[in-house]
């Protein structure tokens, strides 16, 4: 199986990492939905690593991990300035 380069591995790895922190913090399951398509979105992602040979696909989940974690920090920020 081909591994992915360091730079996609890290951005998997912090956009899996989000997505657990939004997940514990979602206490009121306001984001429930969009978090549970994340999810779906990232184990995709997760179990397609071998395909990372093709450059079509690796770039665009480069651009869906961005997508993301950019959506990810915001849902954080709001999460945690309504705490």
Same mark, same amino acid.
Request: glycine residues 2%.
């Given at each position: 199986? $081909?591994?992915? #380069?360091?730079?996609?591995? %890290?951005?998997?790895?912090?956009?899996? #990492?989000?997505?657990?922190?939004?997940?514990?913090? #979602?206490?009121?399951?306001? !984001?429930?939905?969009? /978090?549970? %398509?994340? #999810?779906?979105?990232?184990?995709? /992602?997760? !179990?397609? $690593?071998?395909?990372?040979?093709?450059?079509?696909?690796?770039?665009?989940? /480069?651009?869906?991990? %961005? %997508?993301?974690?950019?959506?990810?920090?915001?849902?954080?920020? !709001?999460?945690?300035?309504?705490?």
């Amino acid at each position: 199986m $081909k591994q992915m #380069d360091p730079y996609v591995e %890290q951005l998997f790895e912090a956009t899996g #990492d989000l997505l657990y922190r939004v997940r514990m913090y #979602d206490r009121e399951l306001s !984001n429930s939905l969009e /978090i549970s %398509q994340m #999810d779906e979105t990232y184990r995709t /992602i997760k !179990n397609s $690593k071998w395909v990372m040979g093709s450059e079509l696909l690796r770039d665009r989940t /480069i651009l869906k991990l %961005q %997508q993301m974690k950019f959506r990810l920090v915001t849902m954080m920020e !709001n999460l945690l300035y309504t705490a």
